[in-house]
Each structure stands twice: as structure tokens, then as C-alpha cells.
């Protein structure tokens, strides 16, 4: 797992925007060019992908799952999440 410090993003309200490869070789945050990118090693079937990425994305950004909300992007691999 990456050690991609996000604490800064946890404000409610922010607005945080990622790309998804799923199906990697290993769970991983890294922030590439501006881009936030999220490696997750589950397929992108019924859900699987997304719950991943979001299990990522709240250990890193410092909050609880229940306090990110994908509000763009369920079935893309761009993907932006709101910090409620």
C-alpha cells in the first residue's frame, strides 16, 4: 500500500478526483502529474472496485468510509469523491 499522505483533503466538502485502474498488481495511491491516481487489485464487477478504491481513499485522506461519497463516475475510471 502506498504511503500517499492525502490528510489535506479531509475537509467536508472537498472535492477529490481520481483515476482508477483496477485490476492492479497491488493497492496503491500515487499522485502522477496532478493526477490522483488509485491502483486497487479488484475487478470493477457488481460494485467491487469502487468499495476498494473508496477503502484506499479513506485510509489515506484520514477519514471514516462512511464520510466519502462518490458523486460522479460510478462506472468510469474517472471517478470524483465528495468528503462529507
Sequence with gaps: MSKTDL???SATGTEIAVRVT??????????????????????????????????????AVGVPKSRLDLVRGHTSRDKVFLVL
Design 7 to 9: 490528510t489535506h483533503l
Design 22 to 59: 483496477p485490476k492492479a498488481s497491488r493497492n496503491a495511491i500515487k499522485e502522477e502529474d496532478g493526477v490522483l491516481r488509485v491502483y486497487v487489485t479488484t475487478v470493477p464487477e457488481d460494485g467491487k472496485a469502487n468499495a476498494a478504491v473508496v477503502k484506499l481513499l479513506s485510509k
